[in-house]
T-cell receptor, first 115, second 116 residues
Framework: AQKVTQAQTEISVVEKEDVTLDCVYE???????LFWYKQPPSGELVFLIR??????QNEISGRYSWNFQKSTSSFNFTITASQVVDSAVYFC????????????FGTGTRLTIIP | GAVVSQHPSWVICKSGTSVKIECRSL??????MFWYRQFPKQSLMLMAT?????????EQGVEKDKFLINHASLTLSTLTVTSAHPEDSSFYIC????????????FGPGTRLTVT
């Protein structure tokens, strides 16, 4: 069975600080996909990134960066120079590569950026 | 990017009535759509996978006779909550999978259901 753990329930940081959201996953599949989604107060999930299990390169997109470590089954997300608009709930998710490719979500991390 | 809409965005209904929620992929065809529910301050739980032209696949513990799913076209899936009760009050979110790309799902804005 697949499982995604986001141990940090809530995080608060002061604006402009860097913050890292942790994600640890479990799967028996050799091919799988990892995702991060942002859910602002409006409720709509915003897709941030998808990474397949064969691509361990770290990725940077503006102030966002992702660190995929297969050896520790982690896919952490860092926001640099945080802004108030980054305040949201962030979900890490995992899917397999067969069948309907269902997403298994972590419990989410509520990030609050204090101005 | 791909756009998924849901209608209505919120609905209040009386206990015992049925409510239909629509999920549409606006600029792409989706053979597969997913329905999730999310309780306040909790994660998304997959309810069912909806495949165009065939019966939905429900997750364990989800009553298929209570949550009727119809995926009649490549751009529309509907979720009907039958004989709603207050415990069905939740945030219902659909997603549609982009064809050809490995599990790239785009989510609708969600529907907040309140059963009184």
């Amino acid at each position: 069975a697949q499982k995604v753990t986001q141990a940090q329930t809530e995080i608060s940081v002061v604006e402009k600080e860097d913050v890292t959201l942790d994600c640890v996953y479990e799967t028996r599949d050799t091919t799988y996909y990892l995702f991060w989604y942002k859910q602002p107060p409006s409720g709509e999930l915003v897709f941030l990134i998808r990474r397949n299990s064969f691509d361990e390169q770290n990725e940077i997109s503006g102030r966002y960066s992702w660190n995929f470590q297969k050896s520790t089954s982690s896919f952490n997300f860092t926001i640099t120079a945080s802004q108030v608009v980054d305040s949201a709930v962030y979900f890490c998710a995992l899917s397999d590569n067969i069948g309907n490719e269902k997403l298994t979500f972590g419990t989410g991390t509520r990030l609050t950026i204090i101005p | 990017g791909a756009v998924v809409s849901q209608h209505p965005s919120w609905v209040i209904c009386k206990s015992g009535t049925s409510v239909k929620i629509e999920c549409r992929s606006l600029d792409f065809q989706a053979t597969t759509m997913f329905w999730y529910r999310q309780f306040p301050k909790q994660s998304l739980m997959l309810m069912a996978t909806s495949n165009e032209g065939s019966k939905a696949t429900y997750e364990q513990g989800v009553e298929k006779d209570k949550f009727l799913i119809n995926h009649a076209s490549l751009t529309l899936s509907t979720l009907t909550v039958t004989s709603a009760h207050p415990e069905d009050s939740s945030f219902y979110i659909c997603s549609a999978r982009l064809p050809g790309l490995a599990n790239e799902q785009y989510f609708g804005p969600g529907t907040r259901l309140t059963v009184t």
